[in-house]
């Protein structure tokens, strides 16, 4: 297992180093000042989330973005803070965020083309990167690329991951025993992926704002509880940025090379935590916006960007309360332990909440991945595969989990014996590597179509969203 892990960190560090970064990054910068310093727009459209639009789709636009939230708000914007802060020292805080104000016009770019080009199929709207691959560029054997990478993101970050996470943080809190929690994240899975996007978004439109609020409440009394280590911890963040991990952490004898190394580990780490925790340049968040009820695709495409605004949010938060913990700098407390040191310092409630928050982001991040899964597999085979999806799903969640149950009449063996849940390290790894093959084609179709895009916003943008004050 360890061999894996450090051939799939290697991987991922060589995919996502400089090139990638500059890719992104340089992606980002290019829409926010083609479009205008689209930004700008983010409390309007914030404003606009919450109006009816009354055109033609499946759920309301807020049903749409408060899939878009829970599937992104989940164990990427807390845990996957602290694994990159573990991994990447504080200054990842800061790239993190860097990256989330310039990957908003991104998230509205790919959500405008996808809403733009989606279909009707099996009598709802359907749509995402891959029809507008298959649509407008011609180019079915990269929409296939992009499913896949879907499919198995849905499985590994969407399922297992969000299982994982979930049993991780009961397991440290209350020492529940992996195999219920298995079977309450399958039950729960199953119950509402039944019934569709509907109920996906029936479900989040009231649990994403109290989950946000709660967590965010929180996040705020453990940093008052902080309050006068509060500026060590963001001095921390800030140059940690442009020094990595290792000078953070006071080594002593550090080279040039080391120190300029430690901060290209911090950056590449806030960055491909920035992507997989706001979703931008993945691709996942414009399948949901697709089944949108709207009237023009620019609306809809600044809603949706509205997400990553949230999610930075709490990145943010997650990020400062860790920091302020101190145990980030420990290879012996990771993911759920890291978060659980920080929260259980506000007395009586804390670990409570961070349980209530990661239970819910990550169950709402693992039924609107089963979401995306399931139209990837739409594109590929058609919606006969739905049903056998959503099973096969239910049982990757299972996985995630750390069942390890050998079922048989009257009889049980407990999870010690079979351990088939994978590690939470190499859970996260393995999700860093899969968003390449979501990130490469979607990025590159946006490319292509950065000119559409321009003129699509300067006709619609400028005038048709200044209407809604």
């Known amino acids: 297992m360890e061999s894996l892990l450090s051939y799939v960190n290697a991987l991922n560090n060589f995919i996502w180093g400089p090139p990638m970064i500059l890719l992104i990054f340089g992606l980002g910068i290019y829409f926010t000042f083609r479009l205008g310093f689209i930004p700008k727009y983010t409390f309007k459209a914030v404003a606009l989330s919450v109006r009816p ?31 990159a802060v573990a991994e990447g020292g504080p200054g990842a805080v800061l790239w993190m ?20 080009y989606r279909v009707r199929r099996d009598r709802e709207y359907v749509g995402g990167p891959m029809y507008v691959m298959t649509r407008v560029l011609k180019m079915k054997w990269l929409a296939v690329l992009f499913a896949i990478g879907t499919l198995c993101m849905a499985l590994v970050a969407g399922a297992m991951l969000q299982a994982n996470s979930i049993a ?8 529940i025993n992996p195999w219920w929690v298995g079977l309450f994240v399958a039950a729960g899975t199953a119950a509402v992926t039944v019934g569709g996007v509907k109920r996906i978004a029936a479900y989040s439109e009231w649990l994403v704002p109290v989950m946000g609020a709660v967590y965010v409440l929180v996040s705020l009394a453990v940093i008052l509880l902080h309050l006068p280590q509060l500026p060590q911890a963001l001095w921390a963040i800030v140059s940690g940025a442009f020094t990595g991990k290792a000078a953070v952490g006071g080594a002593l004898g550090t080279t040039v090379y080391a120190v300029f190394m430690a901060a290209v580990n911090a950056v590449g780490c806030g960055v491909s935590r920035g992507v997989m925790c706001t979703e931008a340049g993945l691709g996942s968040a414009a399948i949901a916006a697709c089944a949108a009820k709207t009237h023009g695709a620019t609306r809809m495409g600044i809603i949706s960007a509205t997400s990553v605004f949230w999610t930075v949010l709490i990145c943010v938060l997650s990020g400062v309360v860790v920091v302020l913990a101190g145990d980030w700098h420990n ?32 169950f709402t991040t693992l039924i609107g991945w089963s979401y995306y899964g399931e139209k990837a597999l739409q594109f590929l085979g058609g919606g006969k595969w739905a049903r056998t999806w959503r099973v096969f799903y239910v049982f990757c969640a299972l996985a995630g989990s750390g069942l390890g ?12 014996a079979f351990q088939i849940g994978l590690s939470t390290r ?14 490469l084609p979607n990025l590159y179709m946006l490319w292509r179509l950065r000119h559409k895009l321009k003129t699509e916003t300067k006709r619609y943008l400028s005038k048709n969203f200044r209407k809604h004050r």
């Open 405 to 416: 149950t050998a079922f048989s009449l009257g009889w049980t063996i407990s999870a010690d």
């Open 331 to 362: 290879p012996n407390v990771y993911a759920a332990d890291l978060c659980n040191s920080a929260f259980k310092t506000v007395p009586y409630v804390g670990t409570a909440a961070l349980v209530f928050s990661l239970i819910i982001f990550s």
């Open 97 to 116: 965020a860097v990256a989330g104000v310039f990957n908003f016009a991104v998230k509205y770019c790919e959500c405008t083309a996808a809403v733009k």
């Open 426 to 439: 190499l859970t996260w790894a393995l999700t860093v590597l899969l968003m390449t093959l979501m990130t």
């Open 53 to 83: 639009d009354g055109g033609e789709g499946t759920v309301s636009s807020f049903g749409s973005l408060a899939v878009m939230i829970g599937a992104t708000v989940g164990t990427g914007s807390i845990l996957g803070v602290t694994t």
């Open 168 to 175: 991780d943080v009961l397991r440290e809190g209350y020492r």
